[in-house]
């Protein structure tokens, strides 16, 4: 009886240490740890991949023991629990094995706790957008972190996995005078702008800050996600004419891939601002008594799908 209750604890304290961790890749690990003080920390098994039973060997992390033996139970709660954990060979101090932990942080009821990336000034508190230029399957994906980190990684791809159907480039750092945007242009292969979509592309960022992990997902369609470059405009001064042409990007013929238009027609009178937008599917109109003062600019969005309007082109006069 004593056997059979000590391998039923056995098995349960088995199960409790593989709910601590879940792989990211080989030898990397990560461990969900509530963020709070009551919590206790996860307890990790670690074993030396050495098949010599009889070979002594110890463990270090960060050049401090931690132990010895083939087996380490460590116990993982706060940032200076994670990193690399090495396993050395006793008498040679050789590297058998590592294995490298990262931390995710959760709230009482499991959910990530997500700090790195800065949401988008948008309704929904976005953290992962995505835009297309036009319908050729080519979209850019864009995040932002308030503080530009050397030590930060990212690494974005779709959730059907690295041999998905799309492809994305490295990210890309821009940086102003408060955040650091980063931008990567995808690709879903074989995408056809005449063909009906049926299945959503859903992307996912993953973020490794020093020793915290956290992810991101957003799901959408192409035709959801699509807001076109500006226009070219210009304005005919004789008979107060705006003119515009279609944005070089966007797709052809124009007949299947229509646009809409706004003409916005700013007044610069002193103490009378005054503003005026015009909407047309042609790519002219006349603007009435068009005073040398008035700002002229022009923007564009797909005709018969309701996505993102376009900036406002630069002024047309």
């Not at 992962?128 to 864009?142: M, P, V, W």
Request: aromatic share 12%; hydrophobic share 30%.
């Amino acid at each position: 009886m004593s056997h059979l209750l000590f391998a039923i604890l056995s098995l349960f304290s088995f199960a409790a240490l593989l709910e601590a961790q879940w792989k990211l890749r080989e030898n990397v690990y990560v461990i969900e740890s509530e963020w709070n003080n009551e919590t206790p920390a996860k307890r990790v098994e670690l074993t030396c991949n050495t098949s010599d039973e009889t070979l002594p060997v110890y463990w270090e992390k960060d050049t401090e023991l931690k132990g010895t033996g083939k087996t380490l139970i460590a116990e993982v709660k706060e940032f200076p629990d994670a990193g690399n954990y090495t396993c050395l060979t006793a008498d040679t101090h050789e590297i058998v094995s590592y294995d490298f932990f990262l931390i995710t942080k959760i709230d009482s009821n499991g959910q990530m706790i997500r700090s790195i990336l800065k949401s988008f000034d948008e309704p929904n508190k976005t953290f992962l957008k995505c835009e297309a230029k036009n319908y050729s399957g080519i979209f850019i994906c864009s995040w932002m972190t308030e503080n530009e980190s050397p030590n930060v990684k990212f690494t974005i791809r779709s959730l059907k996995g690295s041999q998905g159907d799309v492809i994305c480039s490295s990210p890309v750092a821009r940086t102003d005078t408060s955040v650091t945007e980063y931008t990567a242009q995808c690709q879903k292969e074989s995408y056809c702008p005449f063909a009906e979509e049926h299945e959503p592309i859903e992307m996912f960022l993953e973020v490794i800050d020093e020793v915290e992990y956290e992810n991101y997902t957003t799901s959408f369609f192409i035709r959801d996600i699509i807001k076109p470059d500006p226009p070219q405009c210009q304005y005919v001064a004789t008979n107060g004419t705006v003119t515009w042409t279609y944005p070089r990007t966007w797709n052809t013929p124009k007949s299947y891939f229509p646009l809409t238009f706004r003409v916005k027609v700013e007044s610069t009178k002193k103490h009378n601002s005054q503003l005026e937008v015009y909407g047309t599917d042609e790519q002219s109109i006349q603007i009435p008594v068009a005073g040398p003062k008035r700002k002229i600019s022009v923007q564009a969005r797909d005709r018969y799908y309701n996505s993102s309007w376009s900036e406002w082109s630069s002024l047309c006069r």
